[in-house]
């Protein structure tokens, strides 16, 4: 990953964000985020001393916190987006975000064959445990959930059984935004329409009856 305590980075960053911006006047939200599949922070001194005895989400957030405050005299109305991914998923333990800035957090070992709040899976438990401590941090929590297993592309994943108590879990815990990461529609991916189609009506009403749901799913499900 890039090293979040060199100044010459911070520059850079800014520069471009408010290129970007500059160019999108509607924008009210950026991501300043961590590249994927990259699993550890940068291991200077600087980036250890910022981070100290606490976890590696300490110093994205001190970085995203500066970044969100160069932005607000230009940008009052735009917030920063930043993930809380892989190993920065677990909340800081001495910088909160601030209040301008969104986190975005990828629970990607969480399970979506059991609720989101099913005490019988680990996974889960552990996830509860992380939604709990950004909710401590911050009020501006969006999640980015995965509905197909990237390691076996083709193979079908069925989730609509517990999405409606996931999706409950999710609003009474915070939840501000969702973004859901599936398959692209075609001959290899099962009942994406089905899946797109009920997510999107949990999206907007998370607290919907079971009654509702069902019907949500049997609707879609007679015409595919």
């Not at 060199?6 to 471009?16: P, S």
């Not at 001495?94 to 957090?105: G, R, T």
């Not at 915070?174 to 899946?195: I, P, Q």
Request: proline fraction near 3%; aromatic fraction near 14%.
């Amino acid at each position: 990953q890039l090293c979040l305590s060199n100044e010459m980075l911070f520059d850079e960053i800014i520069k471009k964000a408010k290129h970007l911006l500059k160019d999108n006047p509607l924008a009210t939200i950026i991501s300043i985020s961590q590249n994927d599949l990259v699993f550890t922070e940068c291991q200077c001194d600087n980036c250890k001393k910022i981070k100290g005895d606490g976890n590696a989400s300490d110093v994205m957030i001190w970085f995203v916190n500066r970044v969100a405050e160069e932005l607000k005299e230009d940008y009052p109305n735009v917030k920063v987006q930043t993930l809380a991914y892989n190993y920065t998923v677990d909340a800081p333990k001495y910088y909160k975000p601030s209040d301008n800035v969104i986190i975005e957090l990828c629970p990607i070992e969480s399970c979506e064959n059991h609720g989101a709040n099913d005490a019988t899976c680990w996974r889960n438990k552990k996830f509860v445990r992380q939604i709990s401590d950004w909710n401590k941090a911050t009020n501006n929590i969006y999640l980015w959930k995965y509905y197909k297993d990237f390691n076996y592309y083709l193979t079908p994943f069925q989730f609509l059984d517990n999405q409606r108590e996931s999706f409950n879990f999710y609003a009474k815990n915070g939840v501000k935004g969702f973004f859901a990461e599936g398959s692209h529609c075609g001959k290899t991916t099962d009942f994406c329409e089905l899946k797109a189609f009920v997510l999107a009506k949990l999206i907007f009403n998370p607290h919907m009856s079971e009654i509702e749901y069902r019907k949500h799913i049997k609707t879609i499900g007679n015409n595919i």
